[in-house]
């Protein structure tokens, strides 16, 4: 079956704006993960879903992150007055209750 | 919190050779330990994975072993293959949901 996908594949925007990143989960996976990894470095943790509830945002670095995942399925990651210190690529993961998490490709953020 | 570290940082094998990541943790807590493998562009591949009830675990090429008692585990590939060539991540958790990786290895398979 289809993996888990994110959208955009690639996002250029200018400092302070906003923006939204999705990520559409494995059908059927009840926990969502948004992980962040920056180039040369393994992926880190931001947080995690179990359903539609936000389980762990303890890796959120400030309240300018803030996600969502209202009907327990797609989740978008959202970000406020973006900072050059933001561009990353941005990770989704979904997992199957204990199973091991499955990433998508990744949204590379540019923040100029 | 957990610390996980990873060595080498990169390594290079002939093709047809073993190659072995090695890692560490610091939680003892922790008891389940993936491996993903990064292509270029892509988002991190599972590729195998360990819990601590075991001692060893092996797929095909691929095999993983976790010492807990030192809180070493490794990966291990043979017979490598151009195909190989990749970065690998090491991760360890206690809880199955927060997982914190190592900075990766780059592993280059030489012709």
């Known amino acids: 079956g289809a993996g888990v996908s994110q959208t955009p594949s690639n996002k250029v925007t200018e400092k302070g704006k906003y923006v939204e990143l999705r990520c559409d989960p494995i059908?059927?996976?009840?926990?969502l993960y948004w992980y962040r990894q920056s180039l040369g470095q393994g992926p880190e943790f931001l947080i995690y879903f179990q359903g539609t509830g936000a389980a762990d945002d303890s890796g959120l670095p400030n309240d300018r992150f803030f996600a969502v995942r209202p009907e327990g399925s797609v989740s978008t990651l959202k970000i406020q007055r973006t900072e050059r210190g933001d561009s990353a690529v941005y990770l989704c993961?979904?997992?199957?209750?204990?199973?091991?998490?499955?990433f998508g490709p990744g949204t590379r953020l540019t923040v100029l | 919190g957990e610390n996980v570290e990873q060595h080498p940082s990169t390594l290079s094998v002939q093709e047809g050779d073993s190659a072995v990541i090695k890692c560490t943790y610091s939680?003892?807590?922790?008891?389940?330990f993936p491996w993903y493998k990064q292509e270029l562009g892509k988002g991190p591949q599972l590729i195998i994975d360990?819990?601590?009830?075991?001692g060893e675990k092996k797929d095909q090429r691929i095999a993983v072993t976790l010492n807990k008692t030192a809180k070493h585990f490794s990966l291990h590939i043979t017979e490598t293959q151009p195909e190989d060539s990749a970065v690998y991540f090491c991760?360890?958790?206690?809880?199955?949901?927060?997982?914190?990786f190592g900075k990766g290895t780059r592993l280059h398979i030489l012709p």
């Open positions: 991760a360890a958790t206690n809880r199955d949901d927060k997982i914190i």
């Open positions: 059908s059927g996976h009840t926990a």
């Open positions: 993961a979904s997992s199957h209750q204990q199973g091991g998490q499955f």
């Open positions: 939680d003892s807590a922790s008891n389940y």
């Open positions: 360990i819990r601590s009830n075991v």
